[in-house]
């Protein structure tokens, strides 16, 4: 079961509008929102009318002066987010510590590897339709650096391969190899081509239907460690079987 936590301070006469989906009326809803998007939040949303709203709606002008101030002086995305997490109190300082870091790591970072690093945890986390959208921004923004590009199609078809879109994931996959030449890019293309045809097969007795069943059953379950755990013994496998055919 999840925390719950109260709302202790002022609520919001006017919410701050995020992307026009997220409405947050409450410091806490703030701080929650910041740490579990950290990574997709621009540096410009710490600006002056941000400022404002910390002041006039949650009544927190201490802390509006202090971001102000800081954003004045340059300071990065990474420093108002710690300013304002470390102000709310509900996470501790090494939570705090490791979302600033990835957020301070993507700033060091041109537009296309921010894209990718967001696309990253996406992908990480189980948010697919995001992970897709920030793959094609990175694509977009970097065109000539082929390796970065071989990296993206590669985790793209990791992106497919776990929603069990295994034509997609091989798609992608020869597409990194195609690019990039990396061989771990050419052993996921064949371990999705052998999933495909083992979905179309039409009887279930197949050499892969018990693992794919099994598969199944850890995503349903949540038990992503076994999930990604069992994915790599029969990437393993195949590349065992791959070598010998050689």
Known sequence: MGRMWICEGRLADRPLQIKTSVSLYSFEELCYYLYHNAESVEESFYNEEFCQWIAEELDLPQLAEELREGIEKGKSGGYCLEQILTAGGLYSHKQISGVVSIVQSM?????????????????????YRKAWMEYQKA???????????????????????????????????????????????????LLALTFR???T??????????????????????????????????????????RKSE
């Not at 993206?152 to 497919?160: A, E, I, S």
């Open 139 to 189: 694509l977009e923004e970097e065109e000539d650096d082929l390796l970065f590009q071989s990296r993206v199609w590669h985790n793209m078809g990791t992106m497919y391969a776990r929603q069990f879109l295994f034509e997609a994931a091989g798609e992608c996959y020869k597409r990194a190899h195609d690019i990039g030449q990396q061989t771990k890019s050419s052993e996921a293309h």
């Open 197 to 199: 045809d083992e979905q």
């Open 201 to 242: 097969k039409k009887q279930g007795g197949g050499s892969m239907d018990k693992p794919l069943r099994r598969l199944r059953e850890m995503k349903a379950s949540g038990d992503r460690i076994g999930f990604e755990g069992m994915i790599e013994d029969l990437l393993q496998q195949l590349r065992v079987e791959y």
């Open 107 to 127: 700033e060091s970072t041109g537009p296309a590897q921010r894209a990718k690093l967001r696309g990253d945890r996406f992908l990480k986390s189980g948010k």
